[in-house]
């Protein structure tokens, strides 16, 4: 009967054509061009369809280990006793892996952990049980020190490096793109790491000593394909510098790491993560190695928090860390939502690991392997950042290598050209920011933070000149035995100095929100000085019906720049709306309604021999209005509009940010004013 079935209903329901389908859509869109409207592209001009048909032959991705992925918290409390404490609540809470953020690595972002000597490390890990656990580093430009620290601290604890889980994080092009030097030239650089792998090798080291980390790239603005470009080129790197110094490919590879980025786009985050398995796999081929599964760890994105409404984050981090999860990361950090301002505390901490475990027990994402394979629209995409970051990474390659791209500038100024047309969306909110471009909440309460974000980190001293190594050590040796004998971060860095540093333009930091948080700056500058906000007085006309759209939009618009809209259901005649204007209190008003009443017959205006918005405007401003604004574009004349006393028309597409400046400078509001 069931095949019966089956035929018949095969019969009465034939499967419908993409055709079809295009067919209903050309209706409903009447004329309209579908390229235009129904279809979106990356930044890296990759189109997104509305549908995509099934895959057919997909090759599923892969974690290094199957099953759960780990739940990974960040140490990063400069004081290394609460620094514990937190690290002791986190894994009893179920967290499976730490990660420890040294003080002045660039993912610290003003904070992490004060490690002096092997004693603060100890203090740091004291009762977390190294052999239960996973651990990743995170020192930026001090890793070899730090990684010498963690060495002499398992020797300490009597832990074989055989039974340790480790990631020693070791990146000194993602440190010097972070940072914009690298203590010495990439020849002795690359001797240092090879040197550093043969220690680990001989004494049994069974984690990764080095990371191809995104962070940096990602933080600057780069696309998606442009992070794993750098990444591959990094990979690459690494391995050149371990061949060259006596290690196979095959052990080198076994030795290196990779970090990606996980953001809230779910669809470039899923395609990213399975692509760079793909990418890399390649490149295992062209070595002639067998491609065996990556370690591959994800973080949520330093870009997208926003110190404003910091409770969306929470979302953010939610649907990044779904994304990473479920393309196969094997780790996975998700950045508390107070990050953004200042150093979290236990609770904020809590949130983030519970949205993992959220996912993992509640929801059971790791129970399914590679649950985006054979999906349309997550194999399009990942194909198409194949192919993207391919031809990127190669470009990379003809310049010479990430090294020599870095050095003349020219990596630096493709993620550049990225990152103007990524400002110029947020800024014409063609990519919102809830919570801070869209749907402000201009009278938010503060969020509780351990300590708040500091001023820049003062310079290091000066470190001290290291002993030579002995016949029989290794120059990483010697480090380890110095930490061991209780030599200072500083002293053991001392060793890093070497002939012919590389200098070169470093990559930003930027979040997206932040020239959204420089105006919402202004106004708590303003309030905190005078007792008040600056405010907007909506000027609605006509019905409700005609003005509630725009009105709506324009409120939106001034409370994202700060201002607070004082807000009515229009008025009967001018006289009232000025009066209310004057009584607001108001130095600016914006006029809100539909084209018909602006520029319409005369009945949809506020009176009937009150037809223009240009007539409106000069009221406001003999009324005492001094900034006036018009919600919508014009469609008359700007020039008329503009004699009658309208300064400036906002819409969707225009640029807040810029606008709200000029509003600011306007009226004296500076930031000199903010303390």
């Known amino acids: ?58 090759t599923p991705v892969a974690r290094e280990q199957a099953g759960r992925w780990l739940v990974s918290q960040r140490i990063d409390h400069p004081d290394p006793a609460k620094a514990a404490e937190l690290a002791l609540l986190d894994l009893k809470g179920g967290a499976d892996a730490l990660t420890l953020v040294a003080q002045r690595a660039p993912a610290a972002h003003g904070f992490g952990l004060r490690i002096d000597s092997l004693d603060d490390l100890d203090r740091a890990l004291s009762g977390v049980m190294l052999d239960l656990i996973h651990l990743r580093v995170d020192a930026g430009g001090h890793g070899r020190p730090m990684a010498a620290l963690i060495l002499a601290l398992a020797e300490r604890r009597g832990h074989r490096l055989s039974d340790l889980s480790l990631d020693l994080g070791l990146d000194p092009v993602g440190a010097m793109a972070a940072q914009g030097k690298m203590s010495a030239s990439w020849d002795a650089m690359a001797q240092r790491m090879g040197d550093t792998l043969a220690h680990l090798n001989a004494q049994g080291f069974a984690g990764r000593a080095f990371l191809a980390d995104g962070r940096v790239y990602h933080e600057a603005g780069a696309s998606e394909a442009q992070e794993l470009a750098a990444v591959l080129a990094t990979g690459i790197a690494t391995l050149r510098a371990l061949e060259a110094h006596g290690h196979s490919l095959d052990a080198a590879r076994r030795a290196l790491s990779f970090l990606l980025v996980a953001d809230a786009d779910e669809f470039l985050t899923v395609a ?52 990473a999860g479920i393309s196969g990361a094997d780790a996975v950090t998700v950045l508390p939502f107070t990050a953004a301002l200042g150093l979290p505390d236990a609770f904020a901490r809590r949130i983030a690991r519970n949205t993992q475990l959220i996912l993992l027990d509640e929801s059971n994402l790791a129970r399914v392997a590679d649950p985006a394979g054979g999906a349309g629209g997550f194999e399009a995409l990942t194909d198409a950042l194949c192919d993207k970051a391919w031809g990127l990474f190669q470009e990379i390659e003809r310049e010479g290598g990430i090294l020599e791209s870095l050095k003349a500038d020219r990596l630096q100024s493709r993620i550049a050209a990225v990152r103007a047309q990524r400002e110029k969306a947020v800024a014409t909110r063609r990519e919102p920011i809830t919570g801070t ?42 480090l380890v035995r110095m930490a061991g004998q209780g030599a200072t971060l500083q002293q053991l860095a001392g060793t890093a100095a070497g002939p012919s540093p590389v200098a070169i333009a470093p990559l930003p930091s930027i979040r997206t929100a932040e020239p959204f948080e420089r105006l919402r700056d202004l106004s708590d500058a303003y309030l905190a000085k005078t007792g008040k906000r600056q405010k907007v007085f909506l000027a609605n006309l006509g019905p409700i019906a005609a003005f509630t759209a725009r009105a709506t939009f324009a409120k939106n618009f001034f409370e994202a720049g700060g201002i607070e809209a004082v807000t009515n259901n229009g008025f009967p005649s001018l006289h009232a709306l000025t009066d209310a204007f004057s009584a607001s209190g108001a130095q600016i008003a914006c006029i809100c309604s539909s084209d018909e009443v602006y520029f319409g017959p005369a009945e949809a205006a506020v009176t009937p021999n009150e037809t223009t918005v240009e007539e409106v405007a000069r009221w406001i401003e003999r009324a005492g209005g001094s900034l006036v604004y018009m919600a919508g574009r014009p469609i008359m004349s700007e020039d008329a509009l503009r004699s009658a006393g309208i300064r400036e028309f906002i819409y969707i597409g225009c640029d807040l940010p810029a606008i709200m400046g000029s509003i600011y400078s306007a009226l004296d509001v500076r930031s000199s004013d903010i303390e």
Not at 32 to 49: P, T
Not at 275 to 292: D, K, N, S, T, Y
Not at 437 to 464: G, H, K, R, Y
Request: aromatic fraction near 6%; glycine fraction near 4%.
């Open 1 to 58: 009967m069931a095949a019966v079935d089956d035929v018949t209903l095969a019969a009465d329901f034939p499967e419908a054509t993409r055709e079809q389908w295009l067919g209903l859509v050309e209706g409903v869109l009447k004329g309209v061009d579908f390229e235009r409207k129904l279809v979106s592209r990356s930044h890296d001009g990759i189109a997104i369809q509305p549908l995509y048909p099934k895959a057919e032959g997909s």
């Open 272 to 323: 990213k993560l399975r692509a760079l398995r793909r990418l890399w796999a390649r490149v295992e081929q062209a070595c002639g190695l067998e491609p065996r599964p990556i370690r591959l760890h994800a973080e949520t994105a330093w870009r997208m928090t926003t110190r404003r409404d910091p409770w969306v984050n929470v979302l953010r981090a939610t649907v990044a860390a779904f994304s």
């Open 437 to 478: 471009s869209e749907f402000p909440n201009i009278n938010e309460a503060d969020v509780a933070v351990l300590l708040p974000m500091p001023a820049a980190d003062a310079s290091p001293a000066p470190a001290a000149p290291a002993p030579s190594p002995t016949a029989t050590e290794t120059a990483f040796g010697v």
